[in-house]
Each structure stands twice: as structure tokens, then as C-alpha cells.
């Protein structure tokens, strides 16, 4: 199945709304667990990019409460739904929550430990303009790790995925998650994609939905 792509901000109020009320506890916490095991001596100082409405970075910080966050998004609604989430948590000390677009974030002159993104990477009409984004980004030593959907072969498929994780959940949600599945990446495009990008990390499916890149930036790159 071709990629057909989706609406890249969410700035609908109503959309941000029934995206920060859903479930996302499991996807996020795993993505949160396997960052902590594989990486964490090296995380303090994390960039989260396309942040939502910050439900990772507090996670994350909860994990590890010595680990400050970044966390940018180019949609309001968004940047509001997280500011709230950050202050209700007591993380506005750890979280700072900044409305930027991917690219020409404004952290060139930052140092981060890691570059972290779950599900933005399917919004984006050219995903090269985030890996290039990151690359510009990251120095000696910085863990990449971006989790996203991966497009599954047919759209009878994507249903089927939707009805299976998300059956109760508010039909406008079920149609944007549908959406996003059809909008995804393969393994094998996010693959071309890094080496183009000259970029040397890890790639694989990690559950029946989700794929993770992941690796440490090294000189050689
Ligand atoms: C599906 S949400 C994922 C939110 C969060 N990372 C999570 O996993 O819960 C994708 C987010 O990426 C944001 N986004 C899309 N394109 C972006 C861009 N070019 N720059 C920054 N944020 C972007 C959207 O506004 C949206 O909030």
C-alpha cells in the first residue's frame, strides 16, 4: 500500500483534546522503559520533539527525576495541552514546553544528551527534513530514539490494527489513528531515508504497530 499522507500539525482543538484524553499509558511507558534500560547513564538533558501533550517527557522525568526535557511542538493547541499537563505533574522545573516547527527548531546552540520523538515522524510530508533536523542537531555521543507507527501492507489491515486497539475510543481519534497508519513509514523507506541522511542507526519493529530507531551519533557521521 502506498503512503497517503495526513494533516502534519495538529492544531484542530477538538483533535489535540481527544488525543491528550486517550490511552496512549502502554506505548508511552514502553517507549519511556526502553529508553531508560538502553540509555540511561546518558540521559539528562533530553530534547522531545513533536511533543504532543507531554505525555512522554513526564513519564520520562518520572522515571528518572535527574533527566530535564525540552519539549517542542508547532501546533497551540498542542503547546497548551502540554503546558497544563507539565504544571497539573509539578515538572514545569524539569519540562519546558516550547511552540517550534521541525525544521529550524530554535536548540542549535543547545547541548542534549538525547533526541527523542514518538509519533511525529509519520506527520511529516518529507521525512528528510526531520533527520536532517536531528543530524544539525545532535553532537559526539547524542542517543537518537524515534519511535513511530509503521504502515501496515493494506488498509483492511489499518482497520483491522484500529479495532483492535483503540475499538472504545472517540471516532475522531479512531479516524485520526487510521490515518496516521496509512501516512507511516515502512522499515525499509526509514532505512533509505538514514542513509541518506548519513545517519548510522538501528532500525526495527518492536511491537505489532510500532518500529524504533535508535543509536548513538558517532564522529564517523
Ligand atoms: C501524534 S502526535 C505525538 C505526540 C507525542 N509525541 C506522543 O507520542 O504522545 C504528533 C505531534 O507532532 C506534532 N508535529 C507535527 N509536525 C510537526 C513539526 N513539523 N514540528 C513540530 N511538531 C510537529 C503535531 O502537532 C503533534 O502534536
Known amino acids: 500500500m502506498r503512503r497517503i499522507l495526513e494533516r502534519e500539525i495538529m492544531d484542530d482543538e477538538e483533535q489535540a483534546i481527544a488525543y491528550a484524553r486517550a490511552d496512549f499509558s502502554s506505548s508511552n511507558q514502553t517507549f ?3 529508553l531508560v534500560e538502553n540509555y540511561s547513564v546518558r540521559l539528562k538533558n533530553v530534547l522531545d520533539i513533536g511533543c504532543g501533550p507531554a505525555d512522554v517527557p513526564i513519564r520520562l522525568v518520572r522515571a528518572r527525576p535527574t533527566i530535564s526535557v525540552t519539549a517542542v511542538d508547532a501546533s497551540d493547541a498542542m503547546i497548551q495541552l502540554a503546558r497544563k499537563a507539565v504544571s497539573d505533574a509539578g515538572l514545569t522545573k524539569k519540562i519546558e514546553v516550547l511552540k517550534e516547527r521541525v525544521p529550524a527548531l530554535a536548540q542549535k546552540n543547545r547541548n542534549y544528551d538525547a533526541i ?4 511525529l515522524l ?9 533527520w536532517k533536523e536531528v543530524k544539525s542537531l545532535a553532537k559526539e555521543e547524542t542517543v537518537i530514539y524515534v519511535m513511530d507507527l509503521f504502515r501496515p501492507p493494506t488498509k483492511q489491515e ?4 484500529v479495532e483492535s486497539v483503540s475499538a472504545a475510543e472517540a471516532p475522531i481519534l479512531k479516524q485520526d489513528f487510521y490515518n496516521s497508519l496509512l501516512a ?16 548510522s542507526l538501528e532500525v ?16 564517523a557521521q
Do not use: C, N, W, Y
Open 158 to 161: 489499518a482497520r483491522d490494527i
Open 122 to 130: 509519520h506527520h511529516l510530508p518529507d521525512a528528510m527534513v526531520f
Open 204 to 219: 526495527a519493529e518492536v511491537s505489532e504497530r510500532h518500529l524504533l530507531a535508535k543509536g548513538l551519533i558517532t564522529g
Open 116 to 119: 527523542i520523538s514518538k509519533d
Open 184 to 199: 507511516a513509514f515502512t522499515v525499509d523507506e526509514i532505512e533509505d531515508q538514514l542513509h541518506e541522511a548519513g545517519l
Open 32 to 34: 519511556v522503559d526502553m
